[in-house]
């Protein structure tokens, strides 16, 4: 197995990458990793990973056009590597637009597939229970066949990686079977013709992280906005709590009482222990880790990326949609 | 002035909204109360408050036609009292879907109003600001042309009630001008194109909370997955603060010198002090108070529908969407 690395995508810099890294390759020493990056910094990776030079990051806001024209920056370095060395995946904690476009243009969509998505773990009440959440905005618009295409693509990936038979939900503006707009009532009908199993219809905004179902399939632009309103609001809690906790010095005390506890059940609210979001749908394993990923973040991206290679994800896609 | 109030529509039932009336009866002695709602317990509401019986509440999964037939429960007999007795405000804890269908066929909309919205102001982190968000839910899908309609009512509340001039974005799954749905791309052009003043441009989930802008525009479908799905965060954020907090002796005695300043930080969590969603753009000011409102909630709720028939909003929408 070989996975590319871009190391210097994130906001933390190298120290969350090369920590990250690390970590993955003392658990899983047989990976052959291409590690794209400063190559005088990346030295201390040892001898067992292959290093190419790279010194420039993806500018967060470039356009298509100097995205598609970068040739110097770790990104476009290291998805053209992922092609050129026929490696089975790549993780990178770059912008998602960039990453998005190199991919969808350098690695290409399986034959069969109408679109890639974005598909990201979700933490659930249910101790130990996650829900794939998916397109979380690779798309701005969806039709009812490729609503169809993303649930086929998830339950493969819910089964390779889970083990499980998975249940899942359209998101929708009321639980009824009539609501949703015109995509979800026409997708909830086409779902009930093709007779897709373990169907549990429309779950609202609200019961995202109940943890009832374990895939939950939407368009990429509303999928987006749910998941970045579930981020904001995660956000805003630490903030309030924050200040709470330090607001006198009989709060401050209070906290260093509920400290340890607080962050154990509040770690739920933050995307880092998720392992990233993948690029499902593409002729390569593609790992997206969160932009502020520290090392832990990244080392559980990685371990996505090793756990749908090791379950031969692309292929089962692959034989998953020729059927369709 | 004269305000229709559904004393049954709430979770809580009369307690609460007895108490919220009363509360608001105190600060605004000037205005008619008709209460619909068990004659003999309303009857502490003293002699100037009216009291019209009803004793059923309206189902919450009532279908189209049951909603429509009924003519027993508060909410159905309030929304007939408010079209019969021409007055001015109704307001109701009850389920939304029942009330905006009824509020659409019984009091209807503004000659002039492509489409109603479901508008409410969101707490923000910026200390004593709202932002407006609408359309939370009261359409499925929603034109170019109602968005536009959207962020001129919406400016005309925010004017009305807040005395200033509002700054507006569209809410899109990117800043960029280039992101969004086709709806949302479509509108962005459309707001420069009719030089709308203003405008902040787009906006994402994560941003919703933050305070930058006083109105957040977009379709019903969307806007009510990203309230819902940062309610349900809010929600599971306070659970989990619950569950740390509970876990030991030392936790608890944490919480209990903390818990006056954590519960006011978090209270921006909670909708209660928002004083519930309007119906806009039609004939009568129509409020939702949140289905779980208390006395507090039940009675900001109240002074919602007073500050908007106080500052003549109906007759300013009237005037304004004559314009357009």
Redesign the interface.
């Known amino acids: 197995m070989k996975i590319v690395v871009d190391m210097l995508g994130g906001d933390l810099g190298l120290d969350a990458t090369v920590k990250g890294l690390s970590s993955f390759l003392s658990a899983h020493p047989d990976v052959e990793i291409i590690a794209v990056g400063p190559q005088n910094e990346l030295s201390i990776l040892g001898s067992k990973v292959t290093v190419i030079n790279a010194t420039q990051t993806m500018k967060m806001?470039a356009h298509a056009m100097e995205i598609l024209h970068d040739k110097e920056s770790s990104m476009a370095i290291a998805v053209n590597t992922l092609v050129k060395e026929n490696a089975d995946a790549i993780v990178s904690a770059g912008g998602t637009?960039a990453y998005l476009t190199l991919a969808s243009l350098r690695v290409k969509k399986l034959d069969g597939v109408l679109r890639p998505a974005l598909i990201s773990p979700i933490p659930t009440?249910k101790e130990n229970h996650k829900t794939l959440l998916l397109d979380l905005?690779a798309n701005?618009?969806n039709s009812v066949d490729e609503l169809i295409s993303f649930i086929n693509m998830s339950k493969i990936y819910y089964q390779s990686v889970y083990f499980q038979e998975p249940i899942f939900a359209l998101?929708?503006?009321?639980s009824?079977e009539n609501?949703?707009?015109?995509l979800?009532?026409e997708t909830y009908q086409k779902i009930k013709e093709l007779k897709i199993p373990n169907f549990k219809g429309n779950i609202?905004?609200?019961?995202?992280?109940?943890g009832d179902v374990d895939i939950i399939v939407?368009?990429?632009?509303?999928g987006?906005?749910?998941?970045?309103?579930?981020?904001?609001?995660?956000?805003?809690?630490k903030?309030?709590?924050k200040?709470?906790?330090t607001?006198?010095f009989?709060?401050k005390?209070?906290?260093l009482?509920?400290k340890k506890?607080?962050k154990?059940?509040?770690s739920?609210?933050s995307s880092k222990p998720l392992g990233g979001a993948m690029f499902i749908g593409m002729k390569k394993i593609v790992v997206k880790a969160h932009g502020n990923s520290d090392a832990v973040a990244f080392k559980n991206a990685l371990e996505t990326a090793y756990q749908c290679v090791k379950n031969n994800l692309i292929d089962k896609i692959s034989q998953g949609v020729s059927h369709e």
Chains 1, 2 share one sequence.
Not at 171 to 174: Q, Y
Not at 179 to 182: D, F, M
Not at 224 to 237: Q, S, Y
């Open positions: 806001d637009g009440l905005g701005n618009e998101l929708s503006n009321g009824e609501k949703g707009s015109p979800i009532q609202e905004g609200s019961d995202i992280l109940k939407t368009d990429g632009f509303t987006n906005i749910a998941l970045k309103a579930m981020e904001g609001t995660g956000a805003v809690a903030e309030l709590l200040a709470a906790f607001k006198s009989k709060n005390l209070a906290y009482l509920v506890d607080l154990n059940k509040l739920m609210l």
